[in-house]
């Protein structure tokens, strides 16, 4: 074996030590510097930047350590065109100032260059070696860039300059092996001094070299590695929760055990407890009070049910005195924020939902879209609309549950409770509507308002019709006003949340397999506005509907993992129905098992390319002279029967099955007959049969759109018979 290079012996590491980072900024932030790193490596010649271990950064750092740097850029020998052979000799072949000028400028006599040819003619060039530079003079040039362009969203200002970050830089780390590689940012230099945990008062730490960083920072109590500080949460909660009471359990919450592994540097595990009494409290109440306002885990009994006790994270070091004290602290807030829900549970009761409602004209929902009172009242007949289009469809749902709910659906925003737990909307609304005596369709549909919006596969799903058509229109309702402002989300900014807003409406949809049409929804929307005076400010309205299209491809696409070309398929002939789009991807996407799918696509793709830009006349059954064109229309019309009901019912797939019978008779046909006969009566009569065909073949998508094995998708005329 070779011995290997110096470079593979020798990390780098880049650490940006910072004021405490929230959670949520943490990992796309790392995601971004490893990219960025990667990328810079690859483009300067510096080999490849394996990240060893991916995900290093806590709450004050960001970091990156890898290996595969090279020691320096590899030379490379660069050519440089000068000026044109006619332009850089006389008619008796001596260098004019032309060529001499280009010579002095590349440091070479011009008995040194040399002629090349391209497109554009023949000229002179020059070739040099330019030799390659060290990396950390590489490094040191791009990293402040890189670092300043980290896209934090939310960024802030200190001191007296103008350079910007989501909270004040303190240090810098930056080594390739033991050596630093300076550069400053904000007036602070890069070095290998780190610092140690804050419960520590933050003491220096020196990085003798990278390959030493995550060693040196565990001896001083922190665990730079998330993906190990998430394993010792997980390990110090189950011993915690061991010590209590048998028979507990931590309730199951990975989006909160990733928040914490965000929250601390050396992670502490201990429990605690409060007054039985507090259970008295609805279990969202004391789950969002533990989780949401205090991070604590709750546990629970083996039936299930909420016990007084929970298991709380902490940053610091595990001597039990300092445990213990900090646990007193923390059963000392919990029980100040559990009284203050008693509280506001017993006041909000004296009110009913429906009383509450002149109160929503005092909370505004956008200063040009009105008050929050007025989008319930649009909410509440947009709902009425889309519960005609869904029934009109022969999809039962209580329509009276729907209505109800509309006008109750932000009550609650002037409640007590959800003024201190905003996380609560929707959900107290179902609470305190139950304890009115509501139906329950009312009660699920004011809860589930505002699910549908995640994307991860522990999303809740809406429960009932009611919920999801409740849900629909609001985001509707939403999209609409806010498009006809104009305010469009562009590129990663979309501060009013409309992408969420618009995969929401799609995935009510998707979850109760609710089919409506969203250019009537959208209408409607758009009417209710313009009753309110507010027209469009811009084309934004127009966009609206391949904004929401663009969703439903990303539901397909990114959480699906259905391929792009059966996505691109169903998409070209249609999103108007939401659903119905996803079923004829999914479909579209399944197909390719079929025994006769790479020639049906080839044919329709054919008969795709004939019809383009002709005209069409209605088929003439009896004006079809040859054998294979009657026995086209009989395969054809086999289809038609067999595929019709398959189609209508929304079974794509058995109905692909069907169209597949096409083959056989269209491979006859355009083997053996020429579509653009001489005859214009005959040309026309084989256009329509393959007119007819084509329309069959796009009621479940483009076939043209599939791209099939071997090969990338085609367009244009075919050749053969049928050209």
């Known amino acids: 074996m070779s011995p290997r290079s110096p470079e593979e012996h020798r990390y780098f590491l880049l650490e940006i030590g910072c004021e405490e980072l929230p959670d949520w900024m943490i990992r796309p932030a790392l995601d971004y510097l490893q990219a960025e790193l990667s990328s810079l490596a690859q483009r300067e010649r510096l080999g490849d930047l394996i990240p060893e271990p991916s995900g290093l950064g806590t709450p004050r750092r960001l970091a990156v350590r890898g290996r595969g740097l090279l020691e320096r850029q590899p030379d490379r020998i660069v050519e440089v065109t000068g000026p044109r052979v006619e332009a850089a000799y006389d008619g008796a072949g001596r260098p004019t100032r032309a060529l001499e000028g280009f010579a002095r400028s590349q440091n070479?006599?011009?008995?040194?260059?040399?002629?090349?040819?391209?497109?554009?003619?023949?000229?002179?060039?020059?070739?040099?070696?330019?030799?390659?530079?060290?990396?950390?003079?590489?490094?040191?040039?791009?990293?402040?860039?890189?670092?300043?362009?980290?896209?934090?969203?939310?960024?802030?200002?200190?001191?007296?300059?103008?350079?910007?970050?989501a909270r004040p830089l303190r240090w810098l780390v930056c080594l390739f092996g033991e050596a630093i590689i300076p550069f400053e940012i904000a007036g602070i230099r890069s070095g290998r001094r780190s610092r140690g945990p804050r419960f520590a008062g933050s003491p220096a730490v020196e990085i003798p070299d990278a390959r030493d960083y995550l060693?040196?920072?565990?001896?001083?109590?922190?665990?730079?590695?998330?993906?190990?500080?998430?394993?010792?949460?997980?390990?110090?909660?189950?011993?915690a929760c061991a010590a209590l009471d048998a028979g507990l359990h931590p309730e199951e919450r990975p989006a909160l055990l990733d928040a914490l592994a965000g929250l601390v540097e050396w992670p502490q595990a201990v429990s605690g407890g409060f007054d039985a009494s507090f259970l008295s409290l609805p279990a969202p109440v004391l789950a969002t009070a533990m989780i949401h306002h205090q991070r604590f885990i709750p546990l629970r009994k083996e039936d299930g049910s909420l016990s007084p006790s929970y298991i709380a994270v902490l940053n610091c070091r595990g001597e039990e005195a300092v445990l213990r004290s900090i646990g007193r602290g923390c059963e000392w807030v919990l029980r100040a924020r559990l009284r203050d829900a008693v509280f506001f549970w017993e006041e909000d009761l004296k009110r009913t939902l429906a009383q509450r409602l002149p109160e929503l004209e005092k909370i505004l929902f956008e200063a040009t879209?009105?008050?929050?009172?007025?989008?319930?009242?649009?909410?509440?007949?947009?709902?009425?609309?889309?519960?005609?289009?869904?029934?009109?469809?022969?999809?039962?749902?209580?329509?009276?549950?729907?209505?109800?709910?509309?006008?109750?659906?932000?009550?609650?925003?002037?409640?007590?409770?959800?003024?201190?737990?905003?996380?609560?909307?929707?959900?107290?609304?179902?609470?305190?509507?139950?304890?009115e005596g509501e139906s329950e369709g009312v009660v699920r549909a004011l809860s589930e308002q505002y699910l549908g919006a995640g994307e991860a596969e522990g999303r809740q799903r809406f429960s009932c019709r009611e919920s999801?058509?409740?849900?629909?229109?609001?985001?509707?309702?939403?999209?609409?006003?806010?498009?006809?402002?104009?305010?469009?989300?562009?590129?990663?900014?979309?501060?009013?949340?409309?992408?969420?807003?618009?995969?929401?409406?799609?995935?009510?949809?998707?979850d109760q397999e609710i089919h409506f049409s969203l250019s009537r929804l959208?209408?409607?929307?758009?009417?209710?506005?313009?009753?309110q005076g507010i027209g469009p400010r811009g084309t934004g309205v127009q966009r609206l509907g391949g904004f929401i299209v663009e969703r439903i491809r990303h539901v397909c696409q990114d959480v699906a993992g259905l391929r792009y070309d059966a996505v691109n398929a169903a998409l070209s002939v249609g999103g108007e129905d939401p659903l119905d789009a996803v079923k004829r991807a999914e479909a579209l996407h399944r197909v390719r098992g079929l025994e006769d799918f790479e020639a049906l696509s080839l044919s329709a793709r054919r008969v795709r390319n004939i019809l383009a830009e002709q005209t069409i006349d209605p088929?003439?059954?009896?004006?079809?002279?040859?054998?294979?064109?009657?026995?086209?229309?009989?395969?054809?019309?086999?289809a038609e029967s067999g595929a019709a009901p398959l189609l209508d019912r929304g079974e794509y797939l058995e109905a692909l099955r069907v169209l597949a019978s096409l083959r056989p008779a269209l491979d006859r046909f355009f083997d053996k007959v020429l579509v653009m006969d001489p005859d214009p009566t005959v040309r026309r009569n084989r256009l329509a049969l393959l007119k007819r065909v084509s329309l069959l073949l796009m009621r479940v998508g483009d076939f043209a759109e599939m791209v099939l094995e071997g090969e990338a998708v085609q367009s244009g005329a075919g050749s053969g018979k049928h050209a």
């Open 369 to 435: 879209l009105g008050s929050t009172r007025q989008k319930v009242d649009r909410v509440a007949r947009l709902a009425e609309a889309l519960c005609v289009d869904v029934e009109r469809r022969g999809q039962p749902l209580d329509r009276a549950a729907v209505l109800r709910a509309a006008r109750l659906g932000k009550s609650d925003l002037t409640t007590l409770m959800v003024k201190e737990f905003p996380e609560l909307q929707g959900v107290m609304g179902g609470l305190y509507a139950r304890r």
């Open 522 to 531: 959208q209408e409607a929307a758009v009417a209710l506005y313009a009753e």
């Open 468 to 510: 999801a058509v409740l849900a629909m229109a609001d985001r509707m309702d939403t999209l609409a006003g806010f498009f006809l402002l104009d305010r469009i989300p562009t590129g990663s900014r979309d501060p009013y949340g409309l992408r969420r807003s618009a995969l929401a409406l799609i995935q009510a949809s998707l």
């Open 108 to 165: 070479l006599a011009p008995a040194a260059l040399h002629r090349v040819t391209n497109a554009k003619g023949e000229f002179v060039a020059a070739r040099r070696t330019e030799a390659g530079l060290p990396a950390g003079d590489v490094l040191a040039a791009e990293l402040p860039a890189i670092v300043a362009r980290i896209p934090f969203g939310k960024t802030m200002r200190w001191g007296e300059g103008a350079f910007r970050f």
């Open 619 to 638: 088929l003439d059954d009896a004006r079809l002279p040859t054998e294979e064109e009657r026995a086209l229309l009989s395969s054809l019309q086999g």
């Open 215 to 239: 060693t040196v920072l565990k001896q001083r109590e922190v665990l730079v590695d998330s993906k190990l500080r998430r394993k010792q949460i997980e390990d110090g909660i189950g011993r």
